[in-house]
């Protein structure tokens, strides 16, 4: 592993989410923004499978150490995403960390936007970004300005755009296919879903759930989107009580680290599936939903429309048709997954393991 470390806002103390040993990435680079000062963590985990592609998250950290331990743990997952999902392509993250009562305004975003893509450049073609937390695809354009690096950029400037479409649609077909799995029938008309995060892909799932006869509870730390609630003939909850609540399918569409050993023990629900990254709080949080009976559909395997799109759709003269078929797919690979741990009495987290590992090990 190679880290380039440029001056970096210090550390104020030791982060507990930093992992103890050592990381296997391949390269780490943490450096500061020319022009906007800001720390900007690239990591690149893998290129085994090709040049290593995930999202640019901009977004508020206590101290910088957060912000590499998130990237660290992004990028280890966009690796197994891309590798389940069948795609040529590696793992990576890149992450800028906005200090903790901090706000950008436009020209600061820019200057951001302008350190990424100059810190990517340097890298060398080994990962390219894409939008996610913070970002989207006006701002993947700064970054194109110092890089060709980057995909998902507006439509109009000759890009594919923002992939929560497709993101939401393979969320959607996993929910399908978990609850052919566990209730016997896919048909979500009558099911009760909570979902946690009102977002672009969660707000998306929320429609066509809705529009599918499903029965919804909602949450999201932002009030105004009560307004698609009530829209949508949904319950609204608070936060921090919307994984007490009784209902056959719990969905996470936040960030991540949500599915702790406290929620999980408290969770009234058959199944879990969700468009969040990075739900497990901790790996042994997999096995505790097998002892309690729940079916929890990995997180990179079932929110990986977004980046079959981004690889599929950047190509000239992609399919339409067959990039759906693809997308859709994504339920038949659940529902793969699913059955395996099933058949080899493993979690669900090792089955999805096992299938991205088999992968990355045919690319050596």
């Given at each position: 592993m190679t880290i380039t470390h440029a001056p970096a806002t210090p550390a104020?103390?030791?982060?507990?989410?930093?992992?103890?040993?050592?990381?296997?990435?391949?390269?780490?680079?943490?450096?500061?923004?020319?022009?906007?000062?800001?720390?900007?963590?690239?990591?690149?985990?893998?290129?085994?499978?090709?040049q290593a592609l995930g999202g640019a998250r901009l977004w508020h950290y206590?101290?910088?150490?957060?912000?590499?331990?998130?990237?660290?743990?992004?990028?280890?997952?966009?690796?197994?995403?891309?590798?389940?999902?069948?795609?040529?392509?590696?793992?990576?993250?890149?992450?800028i960390a906005i200090p903790a009562g901090t706000k950008l305004d436009a020209a600061a975003t820019h200057d951001a936007m302008l350190d990424l893509?100059?810190?990517?450049?340097?890298?060398?073609?080994?990962?390219?970004?894409?939008?996610?937390?913070?970002?989207?695809?006006?701002?993947?354009?700064?970054?194109?300005?110092?890089?060709?690096?980057?995909?998902g950029l507006p439509p109009e400037q000759g890009g594919v755009g923002e992939p929560a479409d497709a993101t939401a649609a393979g969320v959607h077909a996993s929910i399908l296919a978990t609850l052919g799995e566990v209730f016997g029938s896919n048909d979500p008309a009558g099911r009760h879903f909570v979902i946690v995060g009102l977002g672009q892909v969660g707000g998306r799932l929320a429609r066509s759930l809705?529009?599918?006869?499903?029965?919804?509870?909602?949450?999201?730390?932002?009030?105004?989107?009560?307004?698609?609630?009530?829209?949508?003939g949904a319950a609204w909850v608070d936060p921090a009580e919307a994984h007490l609540v009784e209902a056959d399918v719990f969905v996470p569409c936040g960030l991540g680290g949500v599915l702790t050993p406290e929620v999980v023990r408290d969770?009234?629900?058959?199944?879990?599936?969700?468009?969040?990254?990075?739900?497990?709080?901790?790996?042994?949080?997999?096995?505790?939903?097998?002892?309690?009976?729940?079916v929890w559909a990995p997180d990179f395997v079932v929110n990986a429309g977004g980046?079959?799109?981004?690889?599929?759709?950047?190509?000239?003269?992609?399919?339409?048709?067959?990039?759906?078929?693809?997308?859709?797919?994504?339920?038949?690979?659940?529902?793969?997954?699913?059955?395996?741990?099933?058949?080899?009495?493993?979690?669900?987290?090792?089955?999805?393991?096992?299938?991205?590992?088999?992968?990355?090990d045919a690319g050596r």
């Amino acid at each position: 592993m190679t880290i380039t470390h440029a001056p970096a806002t210090p550390a104020t103390g030791a982060s507990a989410a930093l992992p103890t040993e050592a990381p296997d990435h391949e390269r780490v680079l943490i450096t500061r923004g020319a022009r906007s000062g800001l720390t900007i963590i690239v990591a690149v985990h893998s290129t085994r499978l090709g040049q290593a592609l995930g999202g640019a998250r901009l977004w508020h950290y206590g101290q910088w150490t957060d912000a590499l331990a998130d990237a660290l743990r992004l990028s280890q997952a966009m690796t197994m995403k891309n590798a389940a999902a069948g795609l040529a392509r590696g793992g990576g993250k890149s992450v800028i960390a906005i200090p903790a009562g901090t706000k950008l305004d436009a020209a600061a975003t820019h200057d951001a936007m302008l350190d990424l893509g100059d810190a990517i450049e340097s890298l060398g073609g080994a990962y390219m970004t894409a939008e996610d937390v913070g970002t989207s695809a006006e701002l993947m354009a700064v970054v194109h300005e110092r890089t060709e690096h980057v995909c998902g950029l507006p439509p109009e400037q000759g890009g594919v755009g923002e992939p929560a479409d497709a993101t939401a649609a393979g969320v959607h077909a996993s929910i399908l296919a978990t609850l052919g799995e566990v209730f016997g029938s896919n048909d979500p008309a009558g099911r009760h879903f909570v979902i946690v995060g009102l977002g672009q892909v969660g707000g998306r799932l929320a429609r066509s759930l809705a529009a599918a006869g499903a029965r919804l509870t909602v949450t999201d730390v932002a009030e105004g989107k009560r307004a698609l609630a009530d829209e949508l003939g949904a319950a609204w909850v608070d936060p921090a009580e919307a994984h007490l609540v009784e209902a056959d399918v719990f969905v996470p569409c936040g960030l991540g680290g949500v599915l702790t050993p406290e929620v999980v023990r408290d969770l009234r629900v058959a199944a879990v599936v969700g468009a969040a990254n990075n739900q497990l709080a901790s790996r042994d949080v997999a096995a505790l939903m097998q002892e309690r009976g729940i079916v929890w559909a990995p997180d990179f395997v079932v929110n990986a429309g977004g980046v079959i799109y981004l690889d599929v759709a950047s190509v000239p003269g992609a399919d339409q048709a067959a990039l759906d078929a693809r997308i859709e797919g994504i339920g038949d690979t659940v529902a793969s997954v699913l059955r395996s741990a099933r058949a080899d009495g493993t979690t669900t987290l090792e089955a999805a393991e096992r299938l991205a590992r088999t992968r990355l090990d045919a690319g050596r």
